[in-house]
């Protein structure tokens, strides 16, 4: 008889908050800061409080990816516990474009929800040619698609790192995942970009519905690596 196992926990080798976590959890908590529901100060009316509600479904949205941007980094560096000048480098690297990219998110955001509601919930910025629009899109595609390669190369370096780590088989199997799901948000990122480029002005708008590909691809991932996990540990089996 034949006991089933299960996948192996990560082994947390950094699970003390160190200082560049620290630096990355307090640099991504000022972005919030960036697309808090009101910035120019605290509402003076009515009218300016209802429209600043109004901004609340925009705000959640860019603070739901702000979110998981440093949950994942968060979980690379308890993993990991790497502290070196590559890690170093990546991690401002990452920082540097969340700052970058939360502008172009903001307005994505926003226009998401002024189509969606028929212009009830407002967009700050207006577009009077498709250029810019199509611009936006662009900016925001190109900020995504080098924060999921920043991931990627911080998840190469803890591979390459596997020795000094001494990574279990398992662990070396979950970090290659973790690429490959980052490799696939990537080519949502650049399929989004190149539709930016391409569409027509008329379809423009569907370069940023693009970005809900991501959904459905990461579950695919996920889904799939659950797949290699059962059939290795079937295999070890036997």
């Known amino acids: 008889m034949s006991i089933k196992k299960d996948w192996p926990e990560f ?22 800061s960036m697309v808090v529901i009101s910035v120019d100060g605290v509402p ?55 700052l970058v990219y939360i502008y172009p998110l903001k307005l994505t955001m926003q226009g998401f929800f002024a189509v969606l509601t028929d212009g009830f919930a407002p967009m700050n910025m207006s577009f009077d040619a498709y250029w810019k629009v199509r611009f936006m899109f662009a900016f925001y595609s190109v900020g995504f698609l080098l924060v999921t390669l920043n991931f990627v190369a911080l998840y190469y370096h803890a591979l390459n790192s596997k020795n000094a780590l001494k990574l279990s088989i398992y662990e070396y199997l979950d970090t290659k995942f973790d690429i490959q799901n980052w490799l696939a948000a990537s080519g949502v990122a650049l399929f989004c970009l190149v539709l930016a480029l391409l569409l027509p002005d008329e379809l423009i708008g569907f370069s940023g519905y693009a970005n809900f590909l991501l959904f459905p ?18 295999q070890d089996e036997t």
């Open 11 to 32: 082994e947390m080798r950094g699970a003390a908050m160190d200082r560049l976590e620290t630096f990355v959890a307090a640099a991504l908590a000022f972005a919030v």
């Open 44 to 98: 003076q009316s009515f009218a300016e409080f209802y429209n600043a509600v109004k901004t609340i479904p925009a705000f959640a949205a860019s603070f739901a990816i702000i979110a998981w941007i440093w949950h994942s980094h968060a979980n690379w560096c308890r993993r990991y516990g790497l502290e070196d000048g590559k890690t170093v480098f990546l991690s401002c690297c990452l920082v540097f474009l969340v």
């Open 217 to 234: 691809v990461l579950s695919g991932m996920g889904l799939y690596h659950s797949k290699k996990r059962s059939d290795l540990l079937e």
